[in-house]
């Protein structure tokens, strides 16, 4: 029986400094993508000050992340820091498909509430955007991490909130 579990991030835990915060066990195994899922954003997190992300299952649509492996001492931390006791994501199991073609099955955390219709990211308005350091760490995540270069252009295109106050959220993160 394996000690460990692997986990597939798309959002702000695809910063190494983020998932470390609560989930220190985190060891990058490698990128990948999940097919037949966008990326989308339409809860408000008050930690963030703006929408969080999520993934809804759409046709010919995938979503690039990080597969992290965590000691199995940190599920219920990722599962505290996801929300999952207040119905906010809800864990799941997908197929992340690596850059070599390699099929893993890893945990995933989708919100409980996900939109119905499908809008464009840049077209998202204000009440489903994410805040600027929300998306901010995704992108420091993606590059961070090497995704594809035409994933990253993606991510640049989804506008934020223009939130200029304080978070809720640890000041390590405040710092570059």
Request: aromatic residues 10%; contains cysteine; proline residues 4%.
């Amino acid at each position: 029986m394996s000690c460990t579990f692997l986990y597939f991030a798309y959002g702000s835990n695809l910063l190494a400094k983020r998932i470390h915060l609560n989930n220190p066990t985190a060891v990058m195994k490698d990128i990948g993508y999940i097919k037949n899922f966008r990326l989308d954003f339409q809860r408000y997190s008050k930690r963030w000050r703006g929408t969080s992300a999520t993934i809804v299952e759409t046709e010919n649509s995938t979503v690039w992340g990080v597969v992290w492996e965590l000691d199995k001492c940190n599920l219920s931390t990722l599962d505290c820091q996801e929300g999952v006791q207040d119905n906010i994501y809800h864990a799941m199991s997908v197929n992340v498909e690596t850059s070599n073609g390699t099929i893993l099955n890893c945990r995933v955390y989708q919100q409980c509430d996900n939109p119905k219709e499908y809008i464009k990211p840049a077209d998202l308005s204000i009440d489903r955007r994410p805040s600027p350091l929300y998306l901010d760490m995704i992108l420091k995540g993606a590059q961070e991490n090497n995704l594809p270069a035409e994933y990253i252009k993606f991510l640049k295109t989804i506008p934020h909130n223009g939130y200029k106050g304080e978070y809720d959220i640890s000041l390590s993160l405040l710092e570059d």
